[in-house]
């Protein structure tokens, strides 16, 4: 059973950097992965996905201010995060970009306040 336990959330002033990582056990991380993050009161969005060649594609939003990558060997899928706005706080999740999605992580908190 494939298990996701994402890391590096924490609480960064605007503009600010950070630097978050997932690591997926079991089988399947040769899929396109994308990171996810959902926003209180807001619905669960798609900002950032990477092909297993590495192609990748990112929501307008975070377009110039986010990398994905990733590390098929170690099976883990990063983030990193610049120029950090308010409205980047959310749960941020790793998951496929595609259906069947596995099962949910806890996620890991991105607060982005002064």
């Known amino acids: 059973q494939v298990q996701i336990v994402e890391s590096g959330g924490d609480l960064v002033q605007p503009g600010g950097s950070l630097r978050i990582s997932c690591v997926v056990s079991g089988s399947g991380f040769g899929r396109s992965m994308g990171w996810y993050r959902q926003a209180p009161g807001k619905q669960r969005e798609l900002v950032a996905s990477?092909?297993?060649?590495?192609?990748?594609e990112y929501a307008d939003s975070v377009k110039g201010r986010f990398t994905i990558s990733r590390d098929n060997d170690k099976k883990t899928l990063d983030l990193q995060m610049s120029s950090l706005k308010p409205e980047d706080t959310a749960v941020y999740f790793c998951n496929r970009k595609y259906h069947p999605l596995y099962n949910w992580g806890q996620g890991t908190q991105v607060t982005v306040s002064a």
């Open positions: 990477i092909s297993p060649e590495d192609d990748t």
